[in-house]
C-alpha cells in the first residue's frame, strides 16, 4: 500500500504556482515578495535545491523552510529526497508510508458498504469462508473501515485478526490501544472486552477469522456501548507489540527468511507459518508461501481438502477439469477433499498466499505431474499493473 506522497507533493507546488500568478493580476493588492519566497540553487554535482514555505493563510515566508533536493544521474535517472515537517497533515502522510488515504489504495477490496450496529462511521463488510461442514473453517470475514470508523466494544468467540492495509487500532479493556499495520497478526481470546477500528487518517482493513458458535457469554468489564469521540481523541497507544514483519519485508506478511527446493514444485519457494493450529480461533495452523514468478506446484490432492487466500501479486489455482482461477489479492480459493488441484505464481510478478489444510485430522497429499511448459504458457496473461 503506496501513501500518496506525491499528490501531496503535486498539491503543495500548485498552491505555490496560484500564488505566483496571482502576484500579477491587477488590484491584487500583494506581491510573491509581500507572500514570501521560493528560491531554487544548482550545486556542482547536479543537486537542486529548492525551498519554499507557506503559511496558514495561505502565504509565502522564510520561519519555516521546507526543502527538496533532486539529483540527476549520469544515466538521466532523476532521484528525490523530500524531508518531512514536524507538523500538519502533509507531514504525517509523509511520515507514516502505511497511512492509506483512499479505499482505492488498499490491497483488499473485499466489502460492501453495510450498517453495523454500534459502528461508528462507515464500514465495509465481506464474508471471505462460510463455516460449513466440508471444510470446517471458523467464520472469516474482510472489513474495512473509513478513517476514524470503529466497533464499539463487544465480546464474542475466540477471534484472530489480520491486518491487511492501512493503520487501526485494537483495544482490549484496561490495555493501550495496539497501533495494527499491515501483516500484524492479533489474537483476542474468547469473552475479552475489546474494539477495533481505523485510526483518525487512514483507511484500514483487516480480516477476521472467530468462533461463530461461542455461547460463553460476555466477559468480565466494565465498557459498553459506543467507543466515543472523546475516548478515541485521547487514546494511550502504542506500536503492537507481537508485530513480527520486519521494514524490509516486501510482502504482506513476512516472507520466510530462506527459500527451498522440492520436488513438487518447478522452483524455490518460501515457507513459513503465520499462526500455529493452537489459537484462540480454533483454526488449522496457517501456513504462508511465496512464489518468484513462474513458479508452480505439481498436481495433487489432500485427504482433508484445502483453502488457499491470496495476499500478493497475481497466481493461479486450478482445479482439474475446470477453468483456470485467476488470483488476486483478497481472493479466496477452494479445493475440496480428495479433488487434484495446482496453484502458483504468474510468469511476470511475485505470488503469496495463506494455505490452510483444512479438516488437519485427514492430513495425506497425493502428488502428480506438473504442468507442461506448453500449457503454463497458455494460461491467461492478466494486467499486473
Not at 470446517?136 to 485478526?161: D, K, L, V, Y
Not at 488449522?284 to 485427504?303: A, C, R, S
Not at 505464481?345 to 505431474?369: K, L, Y
Request: contains cysteine; glycine residues 10%; aromatic residues 8%.
Amino acid at each position: 500500500m503506496l501513501v500518496n506522497k506525491y499528490k501531496s507533493r503535486a498539491v503543495l507546488l500548485a498552491v505555490i504556482a496560484v500564488i505566483s500568478i496571482c502576484s500579477g493580476c491587477a488590484g491584487s493588492g500583494s506581491s510573491l515578495a509581500d507572500a514570501g519566497t521560493a528560491s531554487e540553487s544548482v550545486s556542482e554535482s547536479g543537486t537542486v535545491s529548492e525551498s519554499r514555505t507557506v503559511s496558514e493563510s495561505g502565504t509565502v515566508s522564510e520561519s519555516e523552510p521546507a526543502s527538496e533536493s533532486r539529483t540527476v544521474s549520469e544515466s538521466g535517472t532523476v532521484s528525490e529526497s523530500k524531508p518531512v515537517s514536524e507538523s500538519g497533515p502533509e507531514a504525517e502522510l509523509q511520515a507514516d508510508p502505511d497511512i492509506v488515504t483512499s479505499r482505492a489504495d488498499l490491497p483488499f477490496q473485499t466489502g460492501t458498504e453495510t450498517a453495523v450496529p454500534g459502528f461508528t462511521g462507515n464500514a465495509y463488510l465481506g464474508q471471505m469462508i462460510s463455516n460449513e461442514e466440508v471444510y470446517n473453517f471458523p467464520q472469516t470475514n474482510h472489513i474495512i473501515f473509513e478513517p476514524g470508523a470503529r466497533s464499539s466494544w463487544h465480546t464474542h468467540g475466540g477471534m484472530i485478526i489480520m491486518a491487511t492495509g492501512g493503520i487501526g487500532y485494537y483495544q482490549e479493556e484496561g490495555k493501550p490501544a495496539q497501533i495494527l499495520r499491515p501483516g500484524d497478526v492479533v489474537e483476542c481470546a474468547a469473552g475479552v472486552n475489546h474494539w477495533h477500528g481505523a485510526a483518525p487518517d487512514s483507511w484500514f482493513s483487516q480480516m477476521v477469522i472467530y468462533d461463530s458458535h461461542y455461547s460463553g457469554g460476555a466477559g468480565e468489564g466494565s465498557m459498553s456501548g459506543e467507543v466515543t469521540d472523546e475516548w478515541y481523541d485521547n487514546l494511550e497507544t502504542e506500536e503492537y507489540t507481537g508485530r513480527v514483519t520486519r521494514e524490509d519485508n516486501a510482502f504482506l506478511f513476512q516472507r520466510a527468511a530462506e527459500a527451498v527446493s522440492m520436488s513438487t514444485f518447478n522452483g524455490p519457494v518460501y515457507l513459513s507459518s503465520i499462526i500455529g493450529s493452537d489459537n484462540a480461533a480454533g483454526a488449522p495452523e496457517m501456513h504462508y508461501v511465496v512464489f518468484e514468478p513462474g513458479v508452480i506446484n505439481n498436481w495433487h490432492t489432500h485427504e482433508g481438502g484445502q483453502i488457499l487466500i491470496a495476499t500478493d501479486g497475481i497466481g493461479y489455482h486450478q482445479i482439474e477439469g475446470q477453468p483456470v482461477e485467476v488470483l488476486y489479492p483478497g481472493d479466496v480459493a477452494f479445493c475440496p477433499p480428495g479433488v487434484k488441484h495446482w496453484h502458483g505464481g504468474s510468469a511476470d510478478t511475485s505470488f503469496a498466499h495463506i494455505a490452510v489444510n483444512t479438516n488437519p485430522e485427514r492430513s495425506d497429499v497425493e502428488w502428480f505431474d506438473i504442468l507442461s511448459d506448453e500449457e503454463y504458457a497458455q494460461l491467461p496473461q492478466e494486467n499486473i499493473d
